[in-house]
């Protein structure tokens, strides 16, 4: 599902810009220690834990070869027995930070960049699957319209086709009717002109006799 999918990309997103973050937050936890350092305010506890931060952040964002020659500078530090950091160990080491925060600023950046095309990618993409529905639905909405206007037509057409054999059967009946009215008037027509002829026979006969006298 496409919704599930920008979801899921989302939601790595967030997670990995929280870790840029966080590593961020840690080189800031270490230009504050390396002060501290030089001051001789700061222990080997703090040391380790700065480093440990870094390279637990390091291995979470899956650069640990952006981390290298910092974390090998403070591996460096925490050899020497007194933990002092003179004025070049510290700009040597401020430096490797200001690259490393340079780095991870520009990856966020980029990642950034990415989610941002991501998400205008999944809009269009969405809009187009939107108007594609859209295009569905009306297209139904028209096949649909089309089924009925044809079923109107078929019922029109069943009714007509209803009427027309009513009306045959109608008509069949007259003629039927017209037939045997006529058949019954040639019957009496011959029984008639039979019984004229013989009434006719009769009177020729009766005449005959008559004339005889």
């Known amino acids: 599902d496409l919704e599930e999918q920008r979801a899921a990309a989302n939601a790595v997103y967030k997670r990995r810009n929280a870790e840029y973050n966080e590593a961020l937050n840690t080189i800031s936890e270490g230009h504050h220690m390396l002060q501290e350092l030089y001051t001789g305010s700061a222990s080997l506890i703090d040391l380790n834990r700065v480093a440990t931060k870094m390279f637990k952040g390091a291995v979470n964002l899956r650069v640990t070869h952006h981390y290298v020659a910092v974390i090998g500078a403070l591996a460096q530090i925490a050899q020497k027995a007194d933990l002092l950091v003179d004025a070049n160990i510290l700009n040597r080491v401020e430096e ?118």
């Open 96 to 213: 490797l930070f200001k690259r490393l925060q340079e780095t991870l600023a520009q990856a966020i950046q980029e990642e950034d960049n990415a989610e941002a095309e991501a998400v205008e990618s999944f809009s269009t993409s969405r809009q187009k699957l939107q108007d594609q529905l859209d295009g569905l639905k009306i297209a139904e909405k028209s096949l649909r319209e089309n089924i009925s206007n044809y079923e109107q037509i078929i019922v029109k057409a069943n009714n007509i086709i209803a009427q027309a054999t009513t009306k045959r059967e109608r008509n069949q009946n007259l003629l039927n009717s017209a037939d045997q009215l006529c058949s019954t008037f040639e019957s009496e027509y011959k029984i008639a002109n039979e019984q004229r002829k013989e009434e006719l026979a009769l009177l020729s006969k009766l005449r005959g006799i008559v004339e005889k006298k």
